[in-house]
């Protein structure tokens, strides 16, 4: 059955640190895609990037960026020179056959908290 | 110009009454999803559909029903609402089913008393 887990429930940094976010995925299946999403203090969800399962080259956003690797069914975010406006909730998804690709799995997100 | 929309953004009731949420988006997306996202921010979806045909139900109470008059619009209907189900709604569209990214309205946040 899919699942995501991001373990860390929340991260605290001071600003300028560069943080970490950790999801784990599980899929029987070889062709799947991956999701990062930000959830802000106002409550909108935000999309950040989509994966698919054959692209494992990392991806770099300004100072946002990436890791996916298959061999341990990891997707991880790295946030570089962290600010006070990246906090936020960040949930990690998954889509797969299993589901048709109609839904996305969500991890439980990780809380993410910059302080000044 | 709002992607995807949402009415009301706040819903305050009693316990027993029957309300509605309203979904447009305006991207031209085939497929638009509700989820429920509860007080510990868990996101998990309850249905799916795509050009207005249900095809995810994810064993909701049949007391959820949503109904997609066409392709840009998805609502949701809930009878004799519970405790339970005070949580924040959310809907979503994508193009192409959930390998491409979704959209999210900006949420709908029932309060049942």
């Known amino acids: 059955a899919q699942k995501v887990t991001q373990a860390q429930t929340e991260i605290s940094v001071v600003e300028k640190e560069d943080v970490t976010l950790d999801c784990v995925y599980e899929?029987?299946?070889?062709?799947?895609?991956l999701f990062w999403y930000k959830q802000p203090p106002s409550g909108e969800l935000v999309f950040l990037i989509r994966?698919?399962?054959?692209?494992?080259q990392n991806e770099i956003s300004g100072r946002y960026s990436w890791n996916f690797q298959k061999s341990t069914s990891s997707f991880n975010f790295t946030i570089t020179a962290s600010q006070v406006v990246d906090s936020a909730v960040y949930f990690c998804a998954l889509s797969d056959p299993s589901g048709g690709y109609n839904k996305l799995i969500f991890g439980a997100g990780t809380r993410l908290a910059v302080h000044p | 110009d709002t992607a995807v929309s949402q009415t009301p953004k706040y819903l305050v009731t009693q316990m027993g009454n029957d309300k509605s949420i309203k979904c447009e988006q305006n991207?031209?997306?085939?497929?638009m999803y509700w989820y429920k996202q509860d007080s510990k921010k868990f996101l998990k979806i309850m249905f799916s559909y795509n050009n207005k045909e249900l095809i995810i139900n994810e064993t909701v109470p049949n007391r959820f029903s949503p109904k997609s008059p066409d392709k840009a619009h998805l609502n949701l209907h809930i009878n004799s609402l519970e405790l339970g189900d005070s949580a924040v709604y959310f809907c979503?569209?994508?193009?192409?089913?959930?390998?491409?990214?979704?959209?999210f309205g900006p949420g709908t946040r029932l309060t049942v008393t």
């Open positions: 994966r698919n399962s054959f692209d494992e």
């Open positions: 899929t029987r299946d070889t062709t799947y895609y």
């Open positions: 979503a569209s994508s193009q192409g089913g959930s390998r491409y990214e979704q959209y």
């Open positions: 991207l031209g997306h085939d497929t």
